[in-house]
């Protein structure tokens, strides 16, 4: 099957933009900021923690979308089992989730 003008190639371009834009990862953060009113009143050091994970997130599925990719437990469930209260909690994300999913 033929794909659409631009296809992959397309996505992946767009993925890119998206990612280096970091209005994207503020509007996401000012979303669940205004519809989670417990993250509303998160500290610095815990607002930079839901930055990151936005940011892991939105690049993840940026890259499963771009390529064609599957939205599975193995593909989105290594970060959220990674979340253990502490200090060091979106650094334990960032690495049990890399940046496609592989541990």
Do not use: F, N
Not at 46 to 57: C, G, Q
């Amino acid at each position: 099957m033929k794909e659409r003008e631009g296809g992959r190639e397309g996505r992946e371009r767009i993925r890119q933009e998206l990612i280096a834009a970091p209005r994207v990862v503020a509007a996401l953060v000012a979303a669940v900021r205004t519809q989670v009113p417990a993250y509303a009143a998160l500290d610095d050091e815990r607002l930079r923690e839901v930055r990151a994970i936005a940011s892991w997130a939105l690049e993840r599925m940026l890259h499963l979308w771009a390529t064609d990719g599957a939205l599975t437990p193995r593909t989105s469930g290594g970060c959220a089992a990674s979340r253990r209260p502490g200090p060091r909690t979106a650094g334990r994300c960032r690495r049990s989730c890399g940046p496609t999913g592989s541990r």
